[in-house]
């Protein structure tokens, strides 16, 4: 059953992916140079700019914040798709077969969306944007220490579950911040 959520969802997850595929033909697969714990960084940068221009309330470069919210998407896409990748020693690979990643991971995150959602009873929708970016930054926080401490954990899920949450938040920001509504 097709929820409003899970429609919303999609619609974010599609505009994202377009952006990725654009990106992909103009860049290449130029990323698969990046070790995780640099994406990691990269991600990072993009919530840290979220919350200074939250706190400030204002900004001086004129990249509006859903764009960075799509670039932890994707930039979180990218780390699963690199880790699913990495015995694949290429750095170039064509966007038809990056795609069936791509979509695995959004599929599979959307799933954990859907059981949380279930259990939470969308709770999401009544924290404030500044909240779950205040979340994406712990979670960049979980998997920094992770990847410092080799990938060990005791009793945490990984750094892919920790990636997958933090899709799933930056997409209720876009979400609550109507990106899922616009055509630019």
Request: aromatic share 10%; glycine share 4%.
């Given at each position: 059953?097709?929820?409003?959520?899970?429609?919303?969802?999609?619609?974010?997850?599609?505009?994202?992916?377009?952006?990725?595929?654009?990106?992909?033909?103009?860049?290449?697969?130029?990323?698969?140079?990046?070790?995780?714990?640099?994406?990691?960084?990269?991600?990072?940068?993009?919530?840290?700019?979220?919350?200074?221009?939250?706190?400030?309330?204002?900004?001086?470069?004129?990249?509006?914040?859903?764009?960075?919210?799509?670039?932890?998407?994707?930039?979180?896409?990218?780390?699963?798709?690199?880790?699913?990748?990495?015995?694949?020693?290429?750095?170039?690979?064509?966007?038809?077969?990056?795609?069936?990643?791509?979509?695995?991971?959004?599929?599979?995150?959307?799933?954990?969306?859907?059981?949380?959602?279930?259990?939470?009873?969308?709770?999401?929708?009544?924290?404030?944007?500044?909240?779950?970016?205040?979340?994406?930054?712990?979670?960049l926080y979980?998997?920094?220490?992770?990847?410092?401490?080799?990938?060990?954990?005791?009793?945490?899920?990984g750094i892919?579950?920790?990636?997958?949450?933090?899709?799933?938040?930056?997409?209720?920001?876009?979400?609550?911040?109507?990106?899922?509504?616009?055509?630019?």
């Amino acid at each position: 059953m097709e929820t409003k959520t899970s429609n919303e969802y999609s619609q974010v997850i599609s505009r994202c992916k377009e952006l990725f595929r654009k990106k992909t033909v103009d860049y290449g697969t130029a990323w698969r140079i990046l070790r995780i714990s640099s994406i990691t960084d990269q991600i990072f940068i993009k919530a840290q700019r979220i919350r200074s221009i939250q706190e400030k309330g204002s900004q001086k470069v004129n990249d509006p914040i859903v764009d960075e919210f799509v670039g932890i998407i994707n930039y979180c896409l990218i780390a699963l798709i690199q880790i699913s990748l990495k015995e694949d020693e290429r750095m170039e690979i064509p966007y038809e077969q990056l795609e069936p990643h791509y979509d695995h991971w959004a599929t599979a995150t959307k799933g954990l969306l859907e059981n949380k959602n279930h259990d939470y009873g969308e709770a999401w929708r009544d924290m404030r944007v500044s909240s779950m970016t205040d979340i994406i930054l712990m979670k960049l926080y979980r998997v920094k220490q992770i990847e410092d401490n080799e990938g060990q954990t005791l009793v945490s899920e990984g750094i892919e579950a920790n990636y997958q949450d933090m899709i799933n938040y930056a997409v209720f920001c876009l979400i609550k911040l109507g990106y899922h509504e616009s055509n630019n």
